[in-house]
């Protein structure tokens, strides 16, 4: 599942075969269109006339797939305002493909990013019935149903994977069953990445703030700066509409807490990751830790203000490393044994932790530590 040419070199490049990609983004940049046709990434979306004209022009032999509108109003990121044809302004378009002898094959969808409505995608799969069977009577042969992404990815989501799963099966199982010949395919990205990054940040100032000084009673309240905010990691705040939650990575559990905030390091007064929560009194130089951070996170950070991008350490189980080289014995990559490295580590020494004779090894940035 690619969307631009960046992603589709990356995919080839991997060695992965042009039939296993899709194109999926409906509105393609005419040169991006040719790079696919040069490298026989043929299957690509569409959800408007003058795309498929385009197409027409610079890709004929194309396999075009049809992406739909069929939105989960409650989702946190919609997509439909921008992509997704009204499924009943369908028929028009695949009587274009036809005139223009263009080979429409299937039909896509997203109920948008962040799903808070399973019943979402058993509709959009009932449309999706629908337009195959318009595209039949227009001569198509569709043999692929895309069912978009929007799955959770992070515990304790108000909607869960299992139940959406459990709605699209009861949906394929009514329109689409075992048998009927048509491929299922999905875009599962944050389902897989949500979870799998927590980020650790640095306080790097930190300040007390009382409503009253006449009252010496009054509990005080703390304004931490950390070294990454929303023009880094913490877009998400901003694009993703995210609800972070700080955690002390030092702290006992019995600690007092504090009306606290939480703060990027720019000159921005927009740079505010938690407007309000509750925090042990915490000092600079210690850490905060935010877990789930693997979706549209650090993927989209920006070095504005001249503040780079947090480095990343990539940790394994031992078990899971030894496996992965049974099962793929040719691969070479340097790993750096920290046995004693547990929860509650100071994560600011894990670069002393590394033998000087490896600084500069190229590999460090592929796995970091093993065996935690």
């Known amino acids: 599942m690619c969307h631009k040419q960046g992603e589709l070199q990356k995919v080839l490049d991997l060695g992965v075969e042009p039939s296993r990609i899709i194109y999926a983004n409906p509105c393609k940049t005419a040169s991006f269109i040719k790079y696919a046709a040069e490298r026989n990434v043929d299957l690509m979306t569409f959800d408007n006339e003058i795309e498929l004209h385009k197409v027409k022009t610079l890709f004929p032999d194309a396999r075009m797939v049809l992406r739909i509108r069929c939105d989960d109003v409650k989702a946190r990121c919609p997509l439909g305002v921008k992509f997704g044809v009204e499924p009943a302004r369908a028929p028009a378009l695949l009587r274009t493909a036809k005139q223009l002898g263009i080979n429409v094959v299937g039909i896509s969808f997203h109920v948008g990013s962040g799903c808070e409505d399973a019943q979402a995608y058993y509709n959009a799969i009932k449309a999706s019935k629908q337009v195959f069977e318009w595209g039949e009577e227009l001569g198509f042969q569709f043999e692929m149903l895309d069912l978009g992404g929007g799955y959770p990815g992070q515990p304790g989501t108000s909607l869960s994977f299992d139940k959406i799963a459990n709605v699209i099966n009861i949906a394929l199982d009514e329109y689409f069953p075992i048998g009927c010949g048509v491929r299922i395919i999905a875009e599962p990205g944050r389902y897989y990445v949500a979870s799998a990054f927590t980020l650790a940040v640095n306080i790097i100032a930190k300040r007390e703030v009382r409503s009253s000084e ?3 009673s009054e509990m ?11 023009y880094g990691s913490f877009n998400c705040c901003l694009f993703d509409h995210a609800i972070v939650e700080a955690k002390a990575l030092k702290v006992s559990q019995n600690a007092l807490t504090y009306r606290s905030s939480v703060w990027g390091p720019t000159c921005d007064g927009l740079d505010r990751i938690m407007e309000e929560c509750y925090l042990p009194s915490l000092d600079v130089g210690e850490w905060l830790v935010f877990e789930n951070m693997g979706a549209y996170t650090v993927s989209a950070a920006s070095t504005f203000n001249g503040f780079q991008k947090p480095n990343q350490h990539y940790i394994i189980a031992t078990t899971t490393w030894l496996f992965l080289q049974q099962l793929l014995p040719g691969m070479s990559i340097t790993t750096i044994d920290i046995p004693h490295l547990r929860s509650g580590h100071d994560i600011s020494s894990v670069d002393s932790l590394v033998p000087d004779s490896m600084l500069g090894d190229p590999m460090l ?4 530590v093993i065996d935690v």
Do not use: K, L, R
Request: hydrophobic share 30%; proline share 11%; aromatic share 16%.
């Open 365 to 368: 940035s592929e796995i970091s």
């Open 220 to 230: 005080p309240a703390y304004m931490y700066y950390v070294n990454d905010g929303v």
């Open 214 to 216: 006449e009252d010496p």
